[in-house]
């Protein structure tokens, strides 16, 4: 169902929805006329007024929720080591989805959209009624009631579903002693306050539920803010019917070589308004140039001919009759003009009219392949320092000093740091000492090295005979040892066998060597006087 159900004469039709907010009103009770007036404010008064942080409906709801989330986590007294680790992990990130949101409904970034929003609808505006098959856009306020749902009850309801505070409990939500303030009265922290003594005694399945609950949350914000950072895509009906367009190229033309990419269905009226104007510039500044050596220009191996014949084509503007009406400040000085169309020509494409995207793979298949061509209309700048995009897109950036902390758990017989990159937090769990003495209660002994100084000794006997002792197994007393002697055999042995305590004893065979030998003394003194030295003496005896 389209919002201009009749279809759309112009686009003045398409722009013309104003809203009149009169400032006072007064009544003639004779005639009953009523009378409306505006009040003006110069730009200086603005500039006080936001100076003064006064005028701005502010962010109480999401900085009571994000102190007292950070202070439950940080500064309510609960270990949240061991079984208690996870549920800590998600609700730290919940604790930076709720960041990140906070900084997305940031006045800078809410006037980002805006200004990303007003060159969308001009765009729009300015396709109204032209291509082959025409634009079918929304209506503005529809748009803008969506892109803009942080605000209108979307934000606010998710950030319930996290933690629901009182009206009456906000304005003074932050408890000054810096602790957890027990204010919630409904959503995943109020059920988490419930049980903030007993955490960690709670059935599995109940801090299963709290961590699928605080995912919920996270990807619930996540998706809120995306889907208004994109909302140039829902500027319009949905498909290449809701967009519109017209069709030069024949679509059976496959690019067999590197293409360039493009996907209409994701791609905004301000960005195509700002690729066209790009692609006429370059295109008249660069086709003169040869870039192969074949007489193509840079555009032979982008554009297919029929579109390239497009950018040859000289433009014909045509004139129209416009009626100038002036526009006055609160001086009553004229600042501009608006143009009144009085007589002129309605243009239309010459391309037929598009029935569907083609269905080659380099549109066809973006969405299988998750490729990312064009970058949404507005980000989200962090608050918090980063360089880069806090918004689900993922971008990342540099960190400031300020953006790291420490927290330090309880005492624990499993000391670590631990870092969580989500919220840039060092956790330190320092060692359990209570089960160890300190060197105080071991001075006596340190000093003196006496045991008897010990305190609550122990009574002992000590044995003074060995048959106090009883032998255990493996050990050996006399009567385990035993001898076997072998006959004579060779050069002898001795060996041991132990697994049965016997030495074995085999004696040398002497059989072979002489046993006497008799030589008379005369012999003897024979020998003797017939030596010349000890030498020959010993080769005489052997002779004999």
Not at 33 to 42: A, G, K
Not at 327 to 353: E, F, H, M, P
Not at 510 to 520: K, V
Request: glycine fraction near 10%; charged fraction near 15%; include cysteine.
């Amino acid at each position: 169902m389209t919002d201009f159900q009749g279809g759309l004469e112009s686009a003045n039709e398409y722009l013309n929805r104003t809203v009149s907010i009169p400032t006072s009103t007064t009544i003639d009770p004779t005639t009953g006329t009523v009378t409306t007036t505006e009040q003006s404010f110069t730009m200086r008064e603005l500039i006080c007024s936001l100076l003064a942080g006064n005028g701005l409906k502010l962010p109480n709801v999401q900085i009571c929720l994000k102190a007292n989330l950070g202070r439950l986590l940080n500064n309510a007294g609960v270990n949240w080591q061991g079984a208690l680790a996870d549920l800590e992990t998600k609700l730290r990130e919940a604790e930076q989805a709720l960041e990140e949101f906070t900084a997305h409904t940031d006045i800078e970034n809410v006037l980002n959209r805006m200004n990303a929003a007003v060159a969308e609808f001009a765009a729009v505006a300015n396709m109204i009624n032209f291509c082959g098959t025409p634009v079918i856009p929304r209506a503005i306020p529809n748009v803008l009631g969506d892109m803009f749902g942080s605000f209108t009850g979307e934000g606010k309801r998710l950030l319930d579903n996290l933690g629901s505070m009182a009206d009456s409990d906000i304005g003074g939500c932050i408890d000054s002693s810096g602790n957890f303030n027990p204010i919630f009265n409904g959503g995943i922290l109020k059920d988490i306050q419930d049980n903030l003594s007993n955490l960690a005694n709670l059935p599995q399945s109940t801090l299963d539920n709290f961590k699928n609950q605080l995912d919920a949350f996270k990807n619930d914000m996540q998706n809120l803010m995306e889907f208004e950072n994109n909302f140039g895509n829902g500027s319009t009906e949905t498909g290449p019917g809701g967009k519109g367009g017209s069709t030069f190229a024949t679509t059976d033309r496959v690019n067999t070589g590197v293409g360039v990419g493009i996907d209409p269905e994701n791609m905004t009226f301000a960005t195509t308004h700002g690729i066209a104007n790009s692609l006429k510039a370059n295109y008249d500044n660069l086709k003169a140039y040869e870039v192969d050596g074949q007489g193509n220009n840079i555009f032979f191996y982008l554009l297919e001919p029929e579109l390239i014949a497009k950018l040859e084509a000289d433009s014909n503007p045509i004139t129209d009759v416009n009626a100038l009406i002036p526009v006055y400040d609160y001086c009553g000085r004229i600042i501009g003009y608006t143009n009144n169309l009085v007589q002129g020509n309605t243009q239309t494409s010459a391309g037929s009219a598009l029935t569907q995207y083609p269905s080659q793979p380099g549109i066809a298949g973006l969405s299988t392949t998750g490729q990312i061509v064009h970058n949404s209309p507005s980000a989200t700048t962090n608050l918090a320092g980063t360089t880069g995009s806090t918004t689900s897109g993922g971008a990342s950036g540099g960190i400031t000093l300020g953006a790291l902390s420490v927290t330090t758990a309880n005492a624990s017989t499993s000391p670590s740091l631990g870092y969580n990159p989500t919220t840039g937090t060092f956790t330190y769990t320092p060692p359990d000492l209570s089960q160890y003495t300190t060197t105080a209660n071991l001075a006596p002994v340190a000093l003196s090295g006496d045991y008897y100084a010990l305190s609550n000794r122990p009574s002992t006997s000590v044995p003074t005979l060995v048959s106090a002792f009883t032998n255990d197994a493996g050990y050996i007393d006399k009567t385990s040892l035993s001898v076997t002697k072998n006959s004579a055999s060779g050069l002898g042995n001795l060996t041991y066998n132990n697994s049965t305590g016997e030495f074995e004893y085999t004696p040398p065979d002497l059989s072979s060597f002489l046993t006497s030998e008799t030589i008379d003394l005369a012999t003897l003194k024979s020998v003797v006087a017939s030596s010349t030295d000890f030498a020959d003496f010993q080769t005489n005896i052997a002779a004999l």
